[in-house]
């Protein structure tokens, strides 16, 4: 049982556009909602990440969006530039130090 | 990628040989972590560790030991390495009641 889900697996965005890459999950019993973002070589980099205490949080161009009820949170990069191009990976966790399950990641391709 | 190395960046082995990947830090962190990354399947939890000796098992634990003797040092050893384990491995550390993981750069594995 897949316990979280990313979705679109692709995505493809113009420069100065929106990308928009959404996370689902089932446990409500999860407290931690990072991003990472991971580009070609490299390892995972924590990007953003939410507490289910509050609804959105920014960074820069980078917003996390939580809907508790819908049991989803979302990544917003608001003028998405080429320097964007990775793969974004949404995890969950339950509890200090215990272990983070991730989603399968997702390409985002931003055009110049 | 703070503070934390893997070795070696990159292997080829032949199926049946036995395999040990090493991760170092420097940070000091209680918590340690190796995961996979394979396409279509995201970062997968291997083992993790919560203190010098004190070790647990992930969701993808068959074929793989680890073990920490110093704070430092976290070592996993494929017993009999398998074509089904050519792999990306990574290694990421925590800090007590931490939040954030932090990856080290990775090992790429090649089973032949």
């Known amino acids: 049982q897949q316990q979280v889900k990313q979705s679109p697996q692709s995505l493809i965005v113009q420069k100065g556009g929106i990308s928009i890459i959404n996370c689902a999950y089932e446990n409500t019993a999860f407290d931690y909602f990072p991003w990472y973002q991971q580009f070609p070589g490299k390892g995972p980099a924590l990007l953003i990440a939410?507490?289910?205490?509050?609804s959105e949080k920014k960074e820069g161009r980078f917003t996390i969006s939580f809907n508790k009820s819908a049991k989803q949170f979302s990544l917003h990069i608001m003028d998405s530039q080429p320097g964007d191009s990775a793969t974004y990976f949404c995890?969950?966790?339950?509890?200090?130090?215990?272990?983070?399950?991730f989603g399968k990641g997702i390409t985002l391709s931003v055009r110049p | 990628d703070a503070g934390i190395t893997q070795s070696p960046r990159h292997k080829v082995t032949e199926t049946g040989t036995p395999v040990t990947l090493r991760c170092h830090q420097t940070e000091n962190h209680r918590y340690m972590y190796w995961y996979r990354q394979d396409p279509g399947h995201g970062l997968r939890l291997i083992h993790y560790s919560y203190g010098v000796k004190d070790t647990d098992k992930g969701e993808v634990s068959d074929g793989y030991s680890v073990s920490r003797s110093k704070t430092e040092d976290f070592l996993l050893t494929l017993e009999s390495a398998t074509s089904s384990q050519t792999s990306v491995y990574f290694c990421a550390i925590s800090g007590q009641g931490s939040d954030e993981q932090y990856f080290g750069p990775g090992t790429r594995l090649t089973v032949t």
């Open positions: 939410i507490r289910p205490d509050v």
């Open positions: 995890a969950v966790r339950a509890g200090a130090n215990s272990k983070l399950t």
